[in-house]
């Protein structure tokens, strides 16, 4: 009853029956005119005071508890002097509590003083979430951190909300006449139903990668086309515009699978003690073990000069001479092949054989030659 009363709008637009199958109630602009006329509730209305005790108890970050202590008791001074409520600092919890008494004359007001606690604790200034208390003004926060699971997607999207040096924010808080504080995983804003609304359609777009600045312009050629009593009655819909999606082709990323990943992973490297262990030197004396570790080391620095020695002495060492003519050594017969020297003779008695060849084909010029040669 005292929702109505005070014609807080927002809760009755968005009121659901007890009834599972009832819908939302739907309201015409007759009857938001109705509930915006009514009087506001004042001190004195109400005949009895209240029946039971209300409480509500708001915890705050760490980096805000500053901020709260120094605010803290002109708050208190407030809540008590203006409508009877008694406000509790817990620093040891970390939590803000507010509880009515027998001279509390609002009974809304515990709501809209847990509301304010609320605001608070979100990083919302003193001088803002006061406004809660006035009868045309409301709030909500906006969760946010639930709705992109990618961290660095969710940074993106809630950066586009602020804009370049806040620039969007600014606009969004024009035109809507709300004040909007990003925060966090959360979204505080302060103002009209109808521009908590706004502000509501606009941040939930914005983190499922709708930017605001279509809202924007929306919400700016509508407010010019209101300013027109002529297109009071008409559609408006040709007069906004119209963005389309734009799918962009993005390479696929593929990933490689490997072809025989290993079951179990690799062992870990050994330690000094498992070699000790695997050569027995771990189960020795200190004095042995220091010992064998000193002649190791000279044993090495023997080794070292050794190499150092002959590589002095490869500098004295004279090359071998190239001469143009070397007589063949004498071999011995056990490395003679004897069919390859058979062979050779064999060739050299057929050509002791064959007579000589003449270029002369004339018979008798062969006889004359062959009686001077016998003579």
């Not at 809209?112 to 803002?128: A, E, F, G, I, K």
């Amino acid at each position: 009853y005292q929702r109505r009363v005070r014609g807080r709008v927002s809760d009755i637009d968005t009121m659901a029956m007890d009834n599972e199958k009832s819908e939302p109630i739907s309201m015409t602009e007759e009857d938001l005119k109705r509930w915006q006329t009514l009087k506001t509730f004042k001190q004195g209305e109400m005949p009895s005071a209240l029946l039971d005790k209300s409480s509500f108890t708001v915890q705050f970050p760490e980096y805000r508890e500053k901020y709260i202590q120094e605010i803290w008791p002109t708050l208190q001074e407030h809540l008590l002097n203006n409508y009877g409520i008694v406000a509790k600092l817990n620093l040891v919890d970390g939590t803000m509590n507010v509880n009515t008494t027998g001279k509390t004359w609002d009974p809304y007001a515990i709501i809209t003083c847990r509301d304010m606690l609320r605001l608070l604790s979100r990083s919302v200034p003193y001088t803002q979430a006061v406004k809660v208390f006035k009868d045309d003004v409301f709030s909500t926060v906006i969760n946010i951190g639930d709705m992109v699971k990618n961290k660095d997607r969710f940074v993106k999207r809630r950066d586009r909300i602020i804009g370049p040096d806040g620039n969007t924010l600014r606009a969004i808080e024009l035109l809507t006449g709300c004040y909007v504080l990003v925060q966090g995983n959360t979204v505080s804003a302060i103002g009209s139903w109808q521009g908590l609304k706004q502000v509501e359609e606009i941040v939930i777009d914005c983190m499922n990668n709708v930017h605001p600045i279509y809202h924007i312009k929306t919400m700016m050629i509508k407010r010019e086309l209101a300013k027109n009593p002529t297109l009071a009655n008409e559609d408006w819909n040709r007069f906004l515009p119209k963005f389309k999606k734009r799918n962009i082709k993005r390479k696929k990323t593929v990933i490689k699978k490997k072809k025989n990943p290993d079951v179990f992973p690799p062992p870990p490297p050994k330690r000094k003690e498992d070699y000790e262990l695997e050569t027995g030197e771990y189960f020795m004396k200190k004095s042995v073990r220091q010992n064998k570790i000193l002649q190791d080391k000279k044993n090495a620095r023997e080794e070292k000069a050794k190499q150092k020695q002959l590589e002095k002495e490869k500098q004295y060492i004279p090359p071998q001479e190239t001469l143009p003519y070397q007589k063949k050594e004498p071999t011995d017969g056990q490395n003679v092949d004897v069919k390859e020297l058979s062979e050779k003779v064999k060739g050299l008695v057929k050509k002791r054989k064959q007579p000589p060849l003449t270029d002369s084909k004339d018979a008798n010029s062969f006889v004359l030659k062959k009686r001077k040669f016998d003579k």
